[in-house]
């Protein structure tokens, strides 16, 4: 009995995954606002994995750039910069690989302290890189307020939704006719006008 009901939660978690993809799916294959459907993203893989927190930054000219949030606070989006060098995010991109911490992240040696983040005192921390072409352009952040061990399916998830993104950004580029591009200007100039930088 109890064996059929962890299979049956299995199975639950791999139609909510899958309907998640699907819902990305979609995202990629409609003309429009880059923004809104990357706001869209965030907030469905957020509420998936049950984060607290989903945040996703763009390479600009020479750093990352905050340009989705699940609940952004007023004046983040395009403001919250990263140089490569700098922070979690910044190894996560630099190293071009995955990073998952379950409690403490805040003191891994590596993170670098945002006073206007309130994500900055959560526990767990997993991060994926958006690639495209093999070409890292930009971070997925997903966040718990509390110790989070996350599971294999989860890490496989949200480097699958960065690789999404990074085809969403670039049929948007595509869209555009831009044969080179700071792909946080790109995400930012179709920003509503009540959250432009």
Not at 16 to 27: C, K
Not at 163 to 172: D, F, N, S, W
């Amino acid at each position: 009995m109890a064996k059929a009901r962890e299979l049956e939660l299995q199975l639950h978690r791999v139609e909510e995954q899958l309907h998640l993809i699907q819902r990305i799916a979609r995202q990629l294959v409609r003309t429009g606002v880059l923004s809104d459907s990357l706001q869209r993203i965030v907030t469905m893989v957020s509420d998936l994995m049950q984060a607290d927190s989903c945040l996703l930054y763009l390479l600009g000219d020479d750093d990352l750039m905050l340009v989705a949030a699940k609940d952004p606070r007023p004046g983040a989006i395009g403001n919250v910069r990263l140089r490569l060098s700098e922070g979690l995010t910044g190894w996560v991109a630099r190293e071009r690989r995955l990073l998952a911490i379950s409690q403490e992240a805040y003191n891994d040696t590596r993170f670098k302290f945002f006073r206007d983040l309130p994500e900055d005192t959560f526990e767990a921390f997993l991060s994926a890189p958006v690639i495209v072409a093999g070409r890292v352009i930009g971070v997925i952040n997903l966040q718990h307020r509390r110790p989070h061990a996350h599971t294999g399916d989860e890490m496989e998830m949200l480097t699958t939704v960065g690789e999404l993104i990074g085809c969403r950004v670039t049929m948007a580029r595509l869209e555009l006719g831009l044969e080179q591009i700071n792909y946080a200007e790109l995400a930012l100039r179709t920003l509503p006008a009540e959250q432009a930088p």
